[in-house]
């Protein structure tokens, strides 16, 4: 049996671990530079009448009208919090496949001899008493039918988030509740593709004859009908995927036709990925760079471009990365636009142990000395204590830093965010 445990609302879910005046109370987390709303809980939801899909300055007084309380998009937070749920989640098996921030599938071999609801309550349980995160539990014997079982958890309000799909009556039921658009991995050609011929349920799709699954919806079809028909073909992953690349990219928080301003956000945010590449124990063998206006804009004149730069010798060094990223801006920039993002990848990752050096080029391979003492300094006192000066003060910084005005403290990985009880 596969348990799927599905954090609720989890970005508005760990403001309020944080926030409980806000219990009950609606809540909705913003876009980078506070552009619009990405994600909300129940309550926010409710509120129908609200357009959220509209840009944030559009709906501003609507929301302080029905007391939405707003949060600028904290991903430190996030992330460290995901952290702490999948490791409750490791308390209940050795094999926990992680599958996004607030997801993950849970192997629960040989243990059908439990009784699995009250398993299923125990982990949701101990889940909220340990990190304060609500969220809901489906259990199946494959992983498509534990991800519906998982949905009906959430939407039927008796079942207090959490399903047992454990008999052959169960299954039917569960199909039966299920339109084709609640199948995980069905895309919306292929519900089109089925609606056509007349079939609208998960059930109904699981009496479509497999040849015709075979034939119109290719190997991804077979899948999912063999899984829902209770056949295991879906592998179980503990070990993360390998990156064939790591990148960021994002926008200023205004506007800027100013190239040093520009190298500087390129320089931090080539600090940022190449931290996590050394992380990993990986170099990369390419950078690429690409720089752009903002499309969305009728008033500016646009210009978008990109350059990849293949390295001497594959490295992680940031300080090589750096001076790399510079010469490969200037080579995309054009004086006189208004640029709204810069992005860096680096691609072709490779394991440091496989690292060739250059007998003509000692000095691309940099000072590795430096960046372990870079890295151990950062990890003790936290992030950006050192950083390279090319990435700027924390001054300059605020030029093309991301609008973030309504972000909470990072409670968890900052001494100085830590949340004070009874102040005052």
């Known amino acids: 049996m596969i348990a799927m445990v599905d954090c609720n609302s989890f970005y508005a879910s760990c403001e309020q671990v944080f926030r409980p005046d806000l219990k009950g109370r609606p809540v909705a987390v913003l876009s980078n530079n506070d552009g619009c709303i990405i994600a909300k809980n129940k309550e926010a939801k409710a509120l129908t009448h609200i357009p959220y899909r509209d840009p944030l300055f559009k709906i501003k007084g609507l929301l302080a009208q029905n007391d939405v309380t707003l949060f600028s998009s904290n991903y430190t937070l996030y992330g460290d919090m995901s952290d702490r ?3 409750v989640l490791r308390e209940f098996s050795p094999a926990v496949e992680v599958y996004s921030i607030d997801e993950s599938f849970v192997d629960l071999s040989g243990m059908t001899h439990l009784d699995l609801n009250a398993y299923g309550h125990k982990i949701k349980n101990t889940i909220v008493q340990h990190t304060g995160i609500p969220v809901g539990v489906g259990i199946a014997p494959t992983k498509v039918l534990a991800k519906l079982a998982n949905r009906i958890s959430k939407k039927v309000a008796h079942l207090d988030h959490v399903y047992v799909i454990d008999t052959e009556e169960r299954r039917i039921e569960a199909l039966n509740w299920a339109e084709t658009k609640d199948i995980w991995g069905l895309g ?10 007349g079939v609208f349920t998960a059930y109904a799709f699981t009496e479509v004859p497999l040849a015709w699954v075979r034939k119109e919806m290719t190997v991804v079809g077979e899948r999912l009908w063999r899984e829902l ?33 520009i190298e500087e956000a390129c320089a931090y945010y080539i600090s940022e ?5 050394r992380s990993q124990k990986c170099c990369c063998t390419q950078l690429r760079v690409y720089l752009t206006t903002n499309y969305h804009s009728t008033n500016d004149v646009q210009h978008a471009d990109k350059t990849i730069v293949t390295l001497s010798v594959p490295t992680n060094d940031t300080f090589i990365l750096i001076v790399e990223a510079k010469k490969a801006l200037k080579r995309i920039y054009k004086p006189g636009f208004k640029y709204k993002k810069v992005g860096v990848d680096l691609l072709g990752l490779i394991p440091e142990e496989q690292v060739q050096g250059n007998l003509f080029m000692p000095e691309a391979t940099g000072d590795k ?12 006192y936290g992030k950006s204590t050192v950083s390279a000066g090319l990435s700027g003060t924390s001054k300059s910084n605020k030029e093309w830093e991301l609008i973030k005005e309504e972000r909470s403290p990072r409670y968890t990985t900052q001494w100085d965010s830590l949340l004070e009880i009874g102040k005052g």
């Open 229 to 261: 028909n209770g056949e295991s073909c879906i592998p179980f992953e503990t070990l993360p995927r390998k990156k064939k690349a790591i990148g960021t990219a994002k926008s200023f928080g205004k506007k800027l036709d100013n190239l040093p301003q």
């Open 273 to 277: 990925v190449s931290e996590v590449l």
């Open 188 to 197: 919306k050609k292929h519900v089109e593709r089925l609606a056509h011929i």
């Open 85 to 87: 749920v999948m490791n």
């Open 369 to 380: 000395r430096l960046i372990k003492a870079f890295d151990a300094i950062n990890n003790r």
